[in-house]
């Protein structure tokens, strides 16, 4: 199995940004990992216990992660799925 980070710090559960019609707001996703990045935080915890991950199907759910982790400022923690009973595993990787 691949390298598993350290966990420490703070690593804060992401919300979902949504449009007005419900579709997935990835740009506005994209801008606030940007604003998270500009902080001391550690990483982050996409689809956590934020409630929004039984509202995504399967391609919703990789293009938000596609985005955090291409978002995230190099040395981050990504964690997800944390929040999600039936999406599968745990990931954890770093930038």
């Known amino acids: 199995m691949g390298h598993k980070p350290p966990l420490k710090g703070i690593i804060p559960a992401l919300t979902t940004p949504f449009e007005a019609h419900g579709a997935v707001a990835l740009s506005r996703m994209r801008e606030n990992i940007g604003a998270y990045n500009r902080t001391g935080l550690s990483g982050y915890l996409a689809f956590g216990s934020t409630g929004e991950s039984v509202l995504l199907d399967r391609a919703e759910f990789e293009r938000?992660?596609?985005?955090?982790?291409?978002?995230?400022?190099?040395?981050?923690?990504?964690?997800?799925?944390?929040?999600?009973?039936?999406?599968?595993?745990?990931?954890?990787?770093r930038k």
């Not at 938000?64 to 990787?93: C, D, H, N, Q, Y």
């Open 64 to 93: 938000i992660l596609a985005a955090v982790r291409e978002a995230a400022a190099p040395g981050k923690i990504l964690i997800a799925g944390t929040g999600a009973e039936s999406r599968g595993k745990l990931f954890l990787a």
